[in-house]
């Protein structure tokens, strides 16, 4: 066979854009396909194999095998030649197929006769969609150059696969993104919402991958990089000196969209008949197959931010992108790989859930998404891939469980758990006036966490009865620049404002670990983040922030109670330091002549198991402690509260953990010191009885949750369940949940 060119592999694109172009159905198109391939490359044989379903890849055309065979053949991923092309998308090229390890002789199909074999991968963006081979008689390995034009039809094959150019009747497909998907992620905030998809980044649709005229393209595709270019060199100039991260990735943009042979390797494919898009996804697509394979982490990175500049190249090209955006549709559940909490907080209470591929439950995006209590999935793999702007989607937030495009029976049993819900919700709006009082008497205060001006509405609607926990770094979180202590000030009397007279409990400044501010990071990554500089050591040691935050809470005060707490207190001298920055300030306000808080408390965060068994002295001087479920369990367990596979590793409801709260409720009533829960565990209502149980009589949680809590509180005797637990306690058992939720089962 003579070697190809250029202008061949052209002339083959421009055949198969003239075939696709009539309206032929399904199987005729790919049927022609398979025909000018054989012939352009002087093959016997062409065949095009296709996924059925995720394991399954099915003949679905073929030039040159037994016809008989088309839609009977199949093998599983791995299996075969053509199997392993799938598995490993990567190409196998052959002189003698039947010799090759793992070859598999599907007497069917007549390939016996056939030596030489060359497959390649059919995928889009990473995306397996089948194997393309051509096959002949003679004993040879394809060239290089035929390697690629093989290459190349496959993805144009994938563009009009994506484009359903293959569906209709007597089709091998069934048209993608119209089958429905389940996908199962990690919960992020509770509930249950059905919706339509907006996609953050609407995907792009390249619709004119084969052109006909090269030098246009090639123009478009440099007019195209060097706006890209520009518009890096704008955001570099944009960044703030110290933002080490936003820099690197900024740098590494600039590289890559200076790499010349990024650059020579799509005018290449532009050379060879392709669009300049198509040329941008095809590398795209074969970065995005490296990046499945490089187990190197540094490298996964630098390969996703060639993906993402790709991805804005394409953007730039076909001039589809959110700028242009597509129109939000009735009830849009936001679909993206990430997003920034000012991104979220912008779409707001508009959203009816989200779904995110990456992110954490502890992550900015989540605490918003907690904030608006709009229902939140994370590590959704692959589902920006798979959704498209409008389509139905189904969020259980419960579950972590997704479903796109639902099928009737599913969508059916979806909407009765979503009337269950409202009903209950129905419930807890009756009671939302009652007190949280147990059937033995006991009466419980249940206060709400917030953090931004978002959450403030709920106050009313929750029936708190204060703000157990304002987490005062989210306003920090969601700027790129520190906030000014003028605008902290207002901010800050809003919150008082809005409580009404009720409690508010400003936490200062809670960042490190997880939390990190772009403009206040510390000078050296950190091995263990987590119990690094964080909260209040960061505090201490940068005061002038500090004071600045406790000035501006004076302030917003104004002649009105003020309660303040300093997070993650390890030991009694931190907490005596921080509450002296406090005094000092109160005592420097007054001198410049401004009206002091009528009443300031001021109280510390128990994080650390270290500070439950602080000097008695501590516990003197603190007017109440709050208990940080979240921090303390992670350190109680040494588990990881953002690493999925420790993290429900150990129950709350162990035996272990509830002595540690049964040790502080005890150490906080010898000093006669008030004590809280603020934790996330004091909103799911089993935990919030047993603290109960346990002595708690304060809790703080997330809006959504005081309904549910009273709820079950209010049906208790809080006497039996600690007689509950106490008998777990001698039994040996590890966790009082089987004997809870039994003793409960037997309420009822
Ligand atoms: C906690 O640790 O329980 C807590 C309330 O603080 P955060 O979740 O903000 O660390
Ligand atoms: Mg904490």
Same mark, same amino acid.
């Given at each position: 066979?003579?070697?190809?060119?250029?202008?061949?592999?052209?002339?083959?694109?421009?055949?198969?854009?003239?075939?696709?172009?009539?309206?032929?159905?399904?199987?005729?198109?790919?049927?022609?396909?398979?025909?000018?391939?054989?012939?352009?490359?002087?093959?016997?044989?062409?065949?095009?194999?296709?996924?059925? =379903?995720?394991?399954?890849?099915?003949?679905?055309?073929?030039?040159?095998?037994?016809?008989?065979?088309?839609?009977?053949?199949?093998?599983?991923?791995?299996?075969?030649?053509?199997?392993?092309?799938?598995?490993?998308?990567?190409?196998?090229?052959?002189?003698?197929?039947?010799?090759?390890?793992?070859?598999?002789?599907?007497?069917?199909?007549?390939?016996?006769?056939?030596?030489?074999?060359?497959?390649?991968?059919?995928?889009?963006?990473?995306?397996?969609?089948?194997?393309?081979?051509?096959?002949?008689?003679?004993?040879?390995?394809?060239?290089?150059?035929?390697?690629?034009?093989?290459?190349?039809?496959?993805?144009?094959?994938?563009?009009?696969?994506?484009?359903?150019?293959?569906?209709?009747?007597?089709?091998?497909?069934?048209?993608?993104?119209?089958?429905?998907?389940?996908?199962?992620?990690?919960?992020?905030?509770?509930?249950?919402?059905?919706?339509?998809?907006?996609?953050?980044?609407?995907?792009?649709?390249?619709?004119?991958?084969?052109?006909?005229?090269?030098?246009?393209?090639?123009?478009?595709?440099?007019?195209?990089?060097?706006?890209?270019?520009?518009?890096?060199?704008?955001?570099?100039?944009?960044?703030?000196?110290?933002?080490?991260?936003?820099?690197?990735?900024?740098?590494?943009?600039?590289?890559?969209?200076?790499?010349?042979?990024?650059?020579?390797?799509?005018?290449?494919?532009?050379?060879?008949?392709?669009?300049?898009?198509?040329?941008?996804?095809?590398?795209?697509?074969?970065?995005?197959?490296?990046?499945?394979?490089?187990?190197?982490?540094?490298?996964?990175?630098?390969?996703?931010?060639?993906?993402?500049?790709?991805?804005?190249?394409?953007?730039?090209?076909?001039?589809?992108?959110?700028?242009?955006?597509?129109?939000?549709?009735?009830?849009?559940?936001?679909?993206?790989?990430?997003?920034?909490?000012?991104?979220?907080?912008?779409?707001?209470?508009?959203?009816?859930?989200?779904?995110?591929?990456?992110?954490?439950?502890?992550?900015?995006?989540?605490?918003?998404?907690?904030?608006?209590?709009?229902?939140?999935?994370?590590?959704?793999?692959?589902?920006?891939?798979?959704?498209?702007?409008?389509?139905?989607?189904?969020? =259980?937030?419960?579950?972590?469980?997704?479903?796109?495009?639902?099928?009737?029976?599913?969508?059916?049993?979806?909407?009765?758990?979503?009337?269950?819900?409202?009903?209950?919700?129905?419930?807890?709006?009756?009671?939302?006036?009652?007190?949280?009082?147990?059937?033995?008497?006991?009466?419980?205060?249940?206060?709400?966490?917030?953090?931004?001006?978002?959450?403030?509405?709920?106050?009313?609607?929750?029936?708190?009865?204060?703000?157990?926990?304002?987490?005062?770094?989210?306003?920090?979180?969601?700027?790129?620049?520190?906030?000014?202590?003028?605008?902290?000030?207002?901010?800050?009397?809003?919150?008082?404002?809005?409580?009404?007279?009720?409690?508010?409990?400003?936490?200062?400044?809670?960042?490190?670990?997880?939390?990190?501010?772009?403009?206040?990071?510390?000078?050296?990554?950190?091995?263990?983040?987590?119990?690094?500089?964080?909260?209040?050591?960061?505090?201490?040691?940068?005061?002038?922030?500090?004071?600045?935050?406790?000035?501006?809470?004076?302030?917003?005060?104004?002649?009105?109670?003020?309660?303040?707490?300093?997070?993650?207190?390890?030991?009694?001298?931190?907490?005596?330091?921080?509450?002296?920055?406090?005094?000092?300030?109160?005592?420097?306000?007054?001198?410049?002549?401004?009206?002091?808080?009528?009443?300031?408390?001021?109280?510390?965060?128990?994080?650390?198991?270290?500070?439950?068994?602080?000097?008695?002295?501590?516990?003197?001087?603190?007017?109440?402690?709050?208990?940080?479920?979240?921090?303390?369990?992670?350190?109680?367990?040494?588990?990881?509260?953002?690493?999925?596979?420790?993290?429900?590793?150990?129950?709350?409801?162990?035996?272990?953990?509830?002595?540690?709260?049964?040790?502080?409720?005890?150490?906080?009533?010898?000093?006669?010191?008030?004590?809280?829960?603020?934790?996330? =565990?004091?909103?799911?209502?089993?935990?919030?009885?047993?603290?109960?149980?346990?002595?708690?009589?304060?809790?703080?949680?997330?809006?959504?949750?005081?309904?549910?809590?009273?709820?079950?509180?209010?049906?208790? =005797?809080?006497?039996?369940?600690?007689?509950?637990?106490?008998?777990?306690?001698?039994?040996?058992?590890?966790?009082?949940?089987?004997?809870?939720?039994?003793?409960?089962?037997?309420?009822?």
């Amino acid at each position: 066979m003579p070697e190809r060119t250029e202008s061949e592999s052209r002339k083959l694109l421009g055949r198969l854009r003239e075939a696709l172009a009539e309206s032929s159905a399904g199987q005729a198109r790919l049927n022609r396909i398979t025909d000018l391939t054989a012939d352009s490359m002087q093959t016997e044989v062409c065949s095009i194999y296709l996924f059925r =379903d995720s394991e399954t890849l099915e003949l679905c055309a073929t030039e040159g095998l037994n016809q008989e065979a088309v839609h009977q053949t199949r093998m599983r991923l791995g299996e075969g030649l053509v199997g392993r092309v799938a598995r490993t998308a990567r190409p196998v090229n052959s002189a003698n197929a039947p010799q090759e390890r793992g070859f598999r002789f599907m007497p069917e199909t007549g390939e016996e006769i056939y030596s030489s074999f060359l497959g390649v991968p059919i995928q889009r963006l990473g995306e397996r969609l089948g194997v393309l081979v051509v096959q002949s008689k003679d004993a040879r390995i394809y060239s290089e150059d035929e390697v690629y034009a093989l290459e190349v039809v496959a993805m144009v094959l994938a563009e009009m696969t994506e484009l359903g150019a293959f569906v209709g009747e007597g089709a091998a497909l069934s048209a993608r993104h119209m089958q429905p998907v389940m996908f199962r992620g990690t919960i992020g905030q509770e509930g249950a919402a059905d919706g339509n998809v907006f996609l953050h980044e609407p995907r792009v649709v390249v619709t004119n991958p084969i052109a006909d005229d090269p030098d246009r393209e090639a123009v478009r595709l440099t007019e195209a990089v060097e706006n890209l270019r520009m518009s890096v060199d704008e955001m570099l100039g944009h960044t703030v000196t110290r933002d080490t991260d936003s820099r690197q990735v900024l740098e590494t943009y600039r590289m890559f969209a200076n790499s010349r042979s990024w650059m020579r390797r799509m005018q290449e494919d532009i050379a060879s008949g392709l669009s300049a898009e198509a040329a941008v996804e095809k590398e795209q697509s074969l970065a995005r197959a490296r990046l499945q394979s490089v187990p190197d982490a540094y490298m996964r990175e630098r390969l996703q931010d060639l993906d993402d500049l790709s991805n804005r190249l394409l953007r730039i090209l076909t001039g589809q992108g959110n700028e242009t955006g597509a129109e939000m549709p009735l009830n849009p559940i936001l679909v993206a790989r990430n997003i920034g909490p000012g991104d979220l907080l912008e779409y707001g209470r508009r959203l009816r859930g989200v779904v995110l591929e990456k992110g954490s439950v502890g992550s900015h995006a989540a605490i918003v998404a907690r904030a608006l209590a709009i229902p939140l999935v994370i590590h959704a793999a692959g589902i920006t891939s798979e959704a498209l702007n409008g389509d139905r989607i189904l969020i =259980d937030g419960d579950q972590g469980i997704i479903h796109l495009r639902p099928e009737d029976n599913v969508a059916n049993a979806f909407r009765d758990k979503i009337l269950m819900q409202a009903k209950a919700q129905e419930r807890y709006a009756s009671i939302r006036d009652l007190p949280a009082q147990s059937t033995c008497g006991t009466t419980v205060r249940l206060m709400m966490n917030a953090g931004l001006m978002a959450d403030l509405p709920s106050l009313t609607g929750s029936g708190a009865e204060g703000v157990g926990l304002f987490r005062t770094e989210l306003q920090f979180l969601i700027r790129n620049h520190m906030p000014r202590r003028g605008e902290l000030a207002a901010l800050y009397s809003r919150v008082i404002d809005a409580a009404m007279g009720r409690p508010v409990i400003f936490r200062t400044l809670d960042i490190g670990s997880d939390k990190v501010l772009s403009y206040m990071k510390p000078q050296d990554d950190e091995p263990n983040p987590a119990l690094g500089w964080r909260a209040i050591r960061v505090g201490l040691d940068m005061p002038g922030v500090m004071r600045m935050q406790l000035q501006a809470l004076i302030r917003a005060a104004n002649g009105r109670p003020l309660t303040v707490m300093f997070p993650f207190v390890a030991q009694f001298d931190e907490f005596r330091e921080a509450r002296q920055h406090l005094l000092d300030q109160l005592e420097r306000e007054d001198k410049l002549g401004r009206i002091l808080p009528s009443e300031t408390r001021i109280g510390a965060m128990l994080e650390t198991p270290s500070l439950a068994f602080a000097p008695k002295q501590f516990f003197e001087m603190a007017d109440f402690i709050s208990i940080g479920g979240n921090d303390l369990k992670q350190f109680f367990f040494a588990a990881d509260r953002e690493n999925e596979r420790v993290r429900r590793r150990y129950d709350t409801l162990n035996v272990s953990y509830l002595s540690i709260i049964e040790h502080i409720v005890g150490r906080c009533a010898d000093t006669g010191t008030p004590v809280s829960f603020c934790g996330e =565990d004091a909103g799911r209502p089993i935990e919030a009885m047993c603290f109960a149980a346990m002595g708690l009589r304060t809790l703080s949680m997330r809006p959504a949750s005081i309904g549910p809590v009273k709820h079950l509180l209010r049906r208790v =005797d809080l006497g039996q369940v600690k007689e509950v637990i106490d008998g777990v306690f001698e039994s040996g058992e590890q966790s009082a949940r089987p004997a809870i939720m039994d003793w409960l089962r037997s309420q009822s």
